[in-house]
Nanobody, 124 residues
Framework: QVQLVESGGGSMQPGGSMRLSCEAS????????MGWFRQAPGKEREFVSA????????IYADSVKGRFTISRDNAKNTVYLHMNSLKPEDTAVYYC?????????????????WGQGTQVTVSS
């Protein structure tokens, strides 16, 4: 069992930056693929980014490519999402997820464990 707790959400003006953190506990974290998803009001949950166990391989949704960066610190059991050049359309609840696979997936059903989510609001 893996427990995931997100933090770092809040409100930001367009063009600003924010860093989300996701701390894992409960079992070995370092071998899990970790992902970030988001869900805006009235919309389905969508993939944002994922990172493999070593941090050497990452994937991003086209909508965030070049603006967001995913990273992880296995010594701290933490994965991060660095968000730059934020846009109003980035407003959503952001979820951290852990997969038991070693492969990178964009589909939410390939992730077994989920955090409770943290709200990110981008507005002027």
């Amino acid at each position: 069992q893996v427990q995931l707790v997100e933090s770092g959400g809040g409100s930001m003006q367009p063009g600003g930056s924010m860093r989300l953190s996701c701390e894992a506990s409960g079992r070995t974290f370092s071998r899990n693929v970790m992902g970030w998803f988001r869900q805006a009001p009235g919309k389905e949950r969508e993939f944002v980014s994922a990172i493999n166990w070593s941090g050497g391989s990452t994937i991003y949704a086209d909508s965030v490519k070049g603006r967001f960066t995913i990273s992880r610190d296995n010594a701290k059991n933490t994965v991060y999402l660095h968000m730059n050049s934020l846009k109003p359309e980035d407003t959503a609840v952001y979820y951290c997820a852990a997969s038991v696979s070693t492969l990178l997936f964009t589909a939410a059903n390939m992730y077994t464990y989920w955090g409770q989510g943290t709200q990110v609001t981008v507005s002027s």
